[in-house]
């Protein structure tokens, strides 16, 4: 049984704006991407690592980042797309495993842990997503920012990456989306994350399993100080 993690790197950070795409910036000396890719490289369950970044990083990131830090199971760096659908898609191209783990670069507090629990419950229910419960009340609001509705938030939750799924269940629901994709987005529909897929694209259910607090995206900037003061702690413990 095979099991390779694609790790998205090909996204441009405009919420966060600056010259450098925050998978690249500094935490702690080490640039965001490099934490998540050592985590993969540590995690037993993992075999191998599906790279994707934009055309013109793949040199670079070859370089400073997969040789410089010795990285043995990276097996392949691909060019992403314009949406992060669609660099997944690439990544899904180049993989030839039995399951899949897919994980943003931008959350660099991904831990063995987490990527054991994600796992297994892939194994065991064929899609499993990391997510958090919502601790905020969370509000459906109109075009003209007045509140519509109060939604549950006992039913809620913050949705998270590992996504791990049985291979061939994410390639076949990417199939049946590709095939419709301009009606589709014509539609009005957004894909955002890649349980979408498989929601909407197949008749098995994704298992919600319990990420981290922790396990943050840097979208703007105060998260990256946010997680400077994680990472500062987590490295502490490990020496
Ligand atoms: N990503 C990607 N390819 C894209 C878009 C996003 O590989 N076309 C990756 C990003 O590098 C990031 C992860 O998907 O690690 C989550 O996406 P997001 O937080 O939206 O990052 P960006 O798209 O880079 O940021 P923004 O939406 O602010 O432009
Ligand atoms: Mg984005």
Same mark, same amino acid.
């Given at each position: 049984?095979?099991?390779?993690?694609?790790?998205?790197?090909?996204?441009?950070?405009?919420?966060?704006?600056?010259?450098?795409?925050?998978?690249?910036?500094? @935490?702690?000396?080490?640039? %965001?991407?490099?934490?998540? @890719?050592?985590?993969?490289?540590?995690?037993?369950?993992?075999?191998?690592?599906?790279?994707?970044?934009?055309?013109?990083?793949?040199?670079?990131?070859?370089?400073?980042?997969?040789?410089?830090?010795?990285?043995?199971?990276?097996?392949?760096?691909?060019?992403?797309?314009?949406?992060?659908?669609?660099?997944?898609?690439?990544?899904?191209?180049?993989?030839?495993?039995?399951?899949?783990? $897919?994980?943003?670069?931008? #959350?660099?507090?991904?831990?063995?842990?987490?990527?054991? #629990?994600?796992?297994?419950?892939?194994?065991?229910?064929?899609?499993?997503?990391?997510?958090?419960?919502?601790?905020?009340?969370?509000?459906?609001?109109?075009?003209?920012?007045?509140?519509?509705?109060?939604?549950?938030?006992?039913?809620?939750?913050?949705?998270?990456?590992?996504?791990?799924?049985?291979?061939? @269940?994410?390639?076949?629901?990417?199939? %049946?989306?590709?095939?419709?994709?301009?009606?589709?987005?014509?539609?009005? $529909?957004?894909?955002?994350?890649?349980?979408?897929?498989?929601?909407?694209?197949?008749?098995?259910? %994704?298992?919600?399993?319990?990420?981290?607090?922790?396990?943050?995206?840097?979208?703007?900037?105060?998260?990256?100080? %946010?997680?400077?003061?994680?990472? #500062?702690?987590?490295?502490?413990?490990?020496?």
């Amino acid at each position: 049984m095979k099991t390779t993690a694609i790790l998205l790197a090909a996204g441009q950070g405009k919420r966060m704006g600056g010259a450098v795409a925050k998978q690249y910036l500094p @935490l702690l000396g080490k640039p %965001v991407l490099y934490y998540s @890719l050592r985590a993969f490289e540590e995690a037993k369950e993992v075999d191998s690592v599906i790279l994707v970044v934009g055309e013109e990083e793949k040199e670079t990131v070859s370089e400073t980042i997969i040789r410089q830090y010795g990285f043995q199971k990276v097996e392949a760096v691909v060019t992403g797309g314009q949406e992060r659908y669609l660099s997944v898609y690439q990544g899904l191209q180049a993989a030839d495993c039995d399951y899949v783990l $897919i994980h943003d670069s931008a #959350r660099p507090m991904l831990d063995g842990e987490m990527i054991r #629990r994600i796992f297994h419950e892939a194994v065991k229910e064929k899609a499993a997503v990391a997510a958090v419960p919502v601790k905020d009340t969370i509000k459906f609001a109109d075009e003209k920012g007045y509140i519509r509705e109060t939604l549950d938030r006992e039913a809620l939750w913050s949705i998270q990456t590992p996504q791990a799924f049985e291979t061939a @269940l994410l390639k076949e629901a990417y199939r %049946v989306f590709m095939e419709q994709e301009r009606s589709l987005k014509e539609g009005g $529909i957004r894909i955002t994350d890649d349980a979408m897929m498989v929601e909407t694209f197949s008749d098995v259910k %994704v298992k919600l399993v319990t990420g981290s607090y922790e396990n943050i995206k840097v979208t703007t900037t105060e998260d990256l100080s %946010v997680l400077e003061v994680f990472c #500062r702690r987590k490295e502490g413990k490990q020496g």
